[in-house]
């Protein structure tokens, strides 16, 4: 398996809910992925906001959780 890093700040080994959060939110073949805090910077959100949709998508039952 290939090292997630983070675009902006190249943090390695982003976590799969970071790795499933930017699939969601950016497309399923979203090219540059972001950790949890510069996603958060690029959506303009909190980080807690996006926390909160983790859990909500994992609720759901998304599988790219």
Known sequence: MDKKVC???NKDNLNKSEVGLNKKLLGR???RLYCL???ADYLEVTTE???AKVEQFK???CKLF
């Open 49 to 51: 906001e996006l926390l």
């Open 37 to 39: 805090d510069c996603l």
């Open 29 to 31: 073949k979203v090219g």
């Open 59 to 61: 609720e759901q039952g």
């Open 7 to 9: 675009f902006i700040c």
